[in-house]
Structure formats: C-alpha cells, structure tokens
C-alpha cells in the first residue's frame, strides 16, 4: 500500500511535551482524513503517549525517549509509540475491562477508548527493552462507531 505522508519524532518522558506531539501531529489533519477521524486518531494519541509518560516510564529517567510514528496511507492510519518499559500484556489487560467506561474507575479508561476508536490495537515486546504500541484507524468507510 502506497504511502500519503510519514513522519515521526522523538521527545523525552514529560506529560508536558504532549503540547508539542499534539502540534506535530497537526501535520496530519487534512484530507483525505475527515475531521472526525482525525480528532479521534489525535485522541488515540494523545492517550497512548499519555500512558508510556505515566505507566511504561514511570520509573525510567525523564530523559527516557519516547518515539513517534505516523503513517497515512490510502485507507488506513497507522501510529506507533515506542517506550522502554516493562512488558505488558495488553489483550489480556483489555479482556478484563467492562464493556463500558467505569467513570469512577482508578485506570484503563483511556485504553477503553483507544481499544474502541482503533480499528487495530496491540502492544508488543519488540527488543530485550522496548516496546511499541501500534494503532490502525482505518478512515475508508470502515468506521468503528463510539
């Protein structure tokens, strides 16, 4: 599949560089993504880096990178965000949520999302010490409904 537009950054561990990969991801927002897919592909975002910043580098030096991949292509856009935390099963973390969003819940809440707005979602060990959070928003009328 041909791709449309690719970029990717890297910025350390600080909730506070969410500002500058949400102005990076801007790049992405014209057609032939519809503004509702591209609002729920910078929500997706925005909650996967959240997630490596507070959980997968938690205890990791706030100089830890964290990299970022986007790829347009013809149907589909695919984001991967690489950490250097600990492994995580994620399937067996979202077979254990409830089928709705516990508002009141400690965790998993943006997950929840992610898992129902991502055509595709998975976390994978892909070294001896990183990992990647892969997402697959497909935007060519296959839509997931939230």
Not at 3 to 17: F, H, Q
Not at 54 to 68: F, Y
Not at 86 to 110: K, V
Request: aromatic share 8%; with cysteine.
């Amino acid at each position: 599949m041909s791709v449309i537009r690719k970029a990717s950054l890297k910025v350390n561990t600080d909730l506070n560089a969410l500002v500058q990969v949400l102005t990076w991801f801007d790049q992405f927002h014209h057609p032939p993504l519809s503004e509702q897919i591209w609002l729920q592909c910078q929500l997706i975002l925005a909650e996967g880096f959240t997630n490596a910043v507070r959980h997968a580098h938690k205890n990791l030096p706030s100089d830890t990178v964290i990299e970022i991949e986007s790829t347009l292509f013809l149907k589909y856009l695919e984001i991967k965000i690489w950490d250097y935390g600990q492994p995580f099963d994620l399937a067996t973390f979202l077979s254990t949520l409830p089928s709705e969003i516990d508002q009141n819940a400690e965790g998993g809440r943006g997950l929840h999302l992610m898992k129902k707005m991502a055509n595709e979602l998975s976390y994978l060990r892909i070294a001896p010490d990183r990992n990647c959070l892969r997402l697959v928003k497909q935007y060519d009328g296959v839509q997931k409904n939230i």
